[in-house]
């Protein structure tokens, strides 16, 4: 038995929303009864974020493409490039980065690619010209974000052998990337502290979770344009941390 159809016009938008989904990683479309959804992983429980009919489903395998998935249903075959940040504001560029997980083993999560929020903000000045971060304040936030990422993050599955001892040179024991891992969660969590409760969390959103400083300011209820004040106050906290001075 076919599954229904929508008029043409429907089939376009829902077509083309669709395919801007699919661009997100853990993007995938099943077959579900008469039509198809269009879901994330990993949470299945959720609704799904999109319905497809027939009509919909042979625009998407006609462009972008799809393929089977190892688990059951399509992803996206040729997942269009992520748009360059707009200008202006923080930049979100959809995919993904290679993580660890808690037992050492290389996985895939999705990450903000653009600007973070940190290097936008250290650009911007007030009405005298002065930047809103002090290269101390920046270099603190910046650093925090890296330690975050160096956390959950493998930048290459293998050994970055710069700088380090050849096997027969007498060096040292090579560090493994769970070892790394490690020691950098360890770090962000000695930074954390350091802030302090009341800072920490607008650190959580903006430095490691990406978020802009006005969702950010949104989300811990704070006063409208207070949220520059505490992230400032936080960043001085950290800096100090880190010996920047």
């Known amino acids: ?12 938008r829902i077509a083309a929303r669709a395919k801007d989904a699919l661009a997100r990683p853990g ?19 959720r609704r799904p974020l999109l319905r497809l009919d027939e009509a919909a489903f042979l625009r998407l395998v006609a ?14 075959a040729r997942p269009p490039p992520p748009e360059p940040p707009p200008p202006g504001r923080p930049g979100v560029v959809y995919g993904e980065r290679a993580m660890l997980d ?13 600007e973070s929020p940190i290097a936008w903000l250290a650009r911007r000045r007030d009405q005298y010209g002065q930047p809103w971060l ?11 974000r890296d330690d975050f990422y160096r956390a959950g993050t493998v930048g290459r599955l293998t050994m970055d052998w710069s700088g380090q ?7 040292g024991p090579r560090v493994d990337p769970a070892e790394r891992a490690r020691a950098a969660k360890t770090r962000v969590a000695a930074a954390l502290q350091a802030a302090g409760p009341g800072l920490r969390e607008i650190l959580e ?10 969702a950010a300011e949104r989300n811990l209820g704070l006063p409208r344009r207070a949220g520059k004040t505490v992230l400032k106050l936080a960043l001085g906290r950290l800096a100090q941390h880190y010996g920047l001075g």
């Open 102 to 114: 808690e037992e050492g083993r290389a996985t895939a999560r999705a990450a903000n690619l653009g």
């Open 27 to 45: 993007a995938f479309l099943e077959a579900v009864g008469e039509g198809y959804v269009l879901r994330l992983v990993p949470d299945r429980r």
């Open 165 to 171: 001892p050849r096997a027969g040179a007498g060096g």
């Open 134 to 144: 002090t290269p101390q304040e920046a270099a603190a936030g910046e650093r925090l």
């Open 205 to 214: 959103r903006v430095c490691l979770h990406g978020s802009a400083l006005q």
């Open 63 to 76: 462009e972008p493409g799809l393929k089977p998935r190892s688990d059951g249903g399509w992803i996206a």
């Open 1 to 12: 038995m076919s599954r229904p159809s929508a008029c043409g016009g429907d089939v376009e």
